[in-house]
């Protein structure tokens, strides 16, 4: 009861005061002239990055050292994390021990399976459209992580290790993903440009297809490290809570 | 007024909306956590078809795509709850 | 006034009104396993329905692309119609084995089996 | 009665902001504690991107509906700044891998302390501080 | 017409506030969890109403997928209920 009081008393406060503020909060109908630069010079215009999609071009073209660094810090988070969970190679073997069981109904099982294909296939469309529709790197890295999470939730985390993803193979994808970022950013340097310039570097068109240049490379090492970098946090995270017990020497 | 697309749409409007506030009751009441995790389903699926009918009203490709997904993800929760309400640890 | 867009407008408006009858049962019904049955008609009822109907409205309107939204609100009727039923079965499974539902059943199958 | 629903939505995003930042520094579980922060977060990235917006009716995603120039200036004319869409996208994927930092040590404080609540936490460093153990 | 979409934003707004509130004073947190599903819902719309397609499909993954699990994960290796 306590709570709901406290509820409408925030309620209350809330109405009055936007009764209040309506009266000078600015009707905003035009767009600041940055966001217009953007939306006209996306596609078209002189300092294009080839792709109709202003967002993605924003992210990886105009402010790329910007997400680059974004990127160092997911890069870093994942890291503290494993480094906070850190075993030794023993104990790392004793983590994997264990058998693939089913925890819920067999119908969910089934099903889950079908999903796992879709969530795949979505999130591989998902980043590799990102240049043309919505989407992009982060979002299908976010989306694929969701996968290995499905299979931990039903079939237990061993079922994943016993099919060869384990937390050393999703640190070597994610590498692989970094280091493909960082070469794509480089790669302009030595053909003399500037670091991360995306045209006339990267061909803008192959086959008909509008790549966007640079963008669809970024997107898809993204993908690969957002995803790998998710499963191998949230494998590490699965590992039950009394063989870490027995690591640390907590009795409880 | 010609009966068009709009009309459809504005009529599908308060529909979704006031069932979205009524599993929002349903969520903030609900005794037990089976209860309210079946609500959050519900609403999810709720709001990805509501996603879709808006997609048709702003005229726009580009919006589907987050119809596609939260019908995906709502999945999710419902097997880690189920999980931890079981067994009380997931995945080992 | 085509067929597609006949259809797909009584779909649509049928699926909101399933869905609003779904939601009035969550509200009301007594307990968990009461609530499961209303909860089937806001998700097949008020989400599949609905979402193969603006499948059927898109393939009759007149805007760019729409052969993509058509698709996509397809597939997503599709993946609702399998994990709806999934994500209830979970949770059904979950709330009979910790027995968190108070609920006086006259018989119950599922805990005599497994004696 | 647009701009008092318009204000309304400020407000109360504005109000939710609050009650995080209240439950950020009352709350003493540090799991509630996440969860405030994560809501924090999240309603900032809102209030980025409704800066970005724009009270018009016909308003579409800032994505080229087509390539041909003819569409362009109807597009200007009506899409949302990408601005703020770009520099919220990248914050929630960085946001969610530093909510898993955060999350990994609550975890390492259970197993070390045996409790997640700040206080006893707090109460524990201090007499290991003390020299008591 | 631009009041319509407004309606809903307000709507889904105040559903955000409602839950968020609900979720920080609840005691249970496996409730938390459930409520802050909800909130993570509700901001998904609000995204989509403010043509940010690109965030929708980054937010609705993480915020009501893996931050869920991340939550649960946690709960189930430390405790369910908030000692006050």
């Not at chain 1, 050393?168 to 480089?186: E, V």
């Amino acid at each position: 009861m306590k709570r709901l009081a406290g509820l409408i008393i925030v309620l209350l406060i809330v109405l009055t005061v936007s009764c209040y503020v309506s009266r000078m909060v600015p009707p905003q109908k035009n767009l600041h002239p940055l966001g217009e630069f953007y939306l006209q010079n996306s596609y078209f215009g002189r300092y294009s990055a080839k792709s109709p999609e202003a967002v993605t071009s924003i992210v990886w073209d105009y402010r790329g050292v910007d997400t680059l660094f974004e990127t160092a810090v997911f890069f870093l988070a994942i890291i503290g994390s494993l480094t906070l969970f850190r075993l030794n190679k023993g104990q790392a073997e004793e983590a994997k021990r264990g058998e693939p069981k089913l925890e819920l109904p067999g119908p969910v099982a089934t099903v889950t399976k079908v999903t796992v294909a879709m969530i795949l296939a979505v999130s591989a469309s998902i980043a590799l459209h990102g240049q043309l529709t919505p989407g992009g790197g982060f979002q299908g890295g976010s989306a694929l992580a969701v996968a290995p999470l499905l299979i931990i939730a039903v079939y237990t985390k061993y079922a994943l290790e016993k099919n060869g993803l384990d937390k050393t193979r999703a640190i070597i994808i994610r590498s692989i993903g970094l280091l493909g970022i960082a070469l794509t950013a480089l790669v302009p340097l030595l053909l003399g440009g500037y670091i991360m310039q995306n045209q006339p570097i990267f061909p803008a068109k192959a086959l008909g297809v509008p790549l966007g240049g640079s963008l669809v490379f970024y997107n898809f090492f993204e993908y690969l490290a957002v995803g790998a970098g998710f499963t191998a946090v949230f494998l590490l995270l699965s590992i039950p809570e009394e063989k870490f017990r027995k690591f640390l020497g907590v009795r409880r | 007024m010609q009966f068009g697309i709009l009309t459809v749409v504005e009529i599908a409007f308060p529909l979704y909306l006031a069932a979205f506030v009524i599993y929002a009751l349903r969520a903030v009441r609900g005794p037990t956590v089976p209860d309210m995790i079946l609500a959050v389903d519900c609403m999810s699926f709720d709001i990805a078809a509501f996603m879709a009918i808006l997609a048709l009203y702003f005229r726009s490709t580009y919006l589907i795509g987050g119809a596609v997904t939260l019908a995906l993800w709502a999945y999710l929760l419902d097997l880690y709850v189920a999980n931890h309400l079981a067994r009380g640890e997931v995945g080992a | 006034m085509s067929v597609a867009f006949l259809l797909g407008a009584f779909l649509v408006v049928l699926g909101g009104i399933c869905d609003l009858f779904g939601a009035i049962g969550l509200l009301k019904f007594p307990n968990f396993y009461v609530r499961l049955h209303a909860a089937t008609v806001g998700t097949i009822g008020g989400a599949v329905v609905p979402l193969f109907g603006v499948s059927m409205l898109a393939l009759g309107a007149g805007f760019p692309h729409r052969y993509a939204v058509a698709g996509a609100s397809f597939i997503t009727g599709v993946i609702v119609l399998l994990v709806a039923p999934a994500g209830a079965t979970a949770l059904a499974y979950a709330a009979h084995r910790s027995g968190v539902v108070e609920w006086k059943p006259k018989v119950d199958h599922l805990r005599e089996a497994r004696k | 009665m647009i701009l008092l629903l318009w204000s309304f939505t400020l407000i109360s995003l504005l109000a939710t902001l609050v009650i995080s930042v209240y439950g950020i520094v009352a709350k003493p579980n540090l799991v509630k504690k996440l969860i405030a922060l994560t809501i924090f977060g999240d309603t900032a990235n809102v209030l980025m991107v409704l800066l970005g917006y724009r009270l018009i009716y016909p308003v579409v995603p800032p994505i080229l509906p087509s390539l041909s120039k003819t569409a362009l200036g109807e597009f200007v004319k009506t899409a949302v700044d990408p601005l703020p869409q770009a520099l919220v996208l990248t914050a929630v994927v960085i946001g969610m891998a530093v909510n898993v930092l955060i999350a990994f040590a609550i975890v390492q404080v259970h197993r070390l302390y045996g409790t997640v609540d700040a206080r006893k936490v707090g109460e524990m460093l201090a007499a290991f501080g003390r020299g008591e153990k | 017409m631009i009041a319509v979409h407004l309606a809903i934003l307000s709507i889904t707004a105040l559903i955000g506030l409602v839950f968020s509130y609900l979720a920080i004073t609840e005691r249970d947190l496996l409730k938390a969890v459930a409520y802050s599903a909800v909130q993570a819902i509700a901001y998904a719309i609000i995204f989509y109403l403010l043509m940010a397609p690109d965030i929708v499909l980054a937010y609705v993954a993480i915020a009501v997928g893996i931050y869920s699990a991340l939550l649960i994960f946690v709960i189930g290796k430390t405790g369910r209920y908030e000692v006050v």
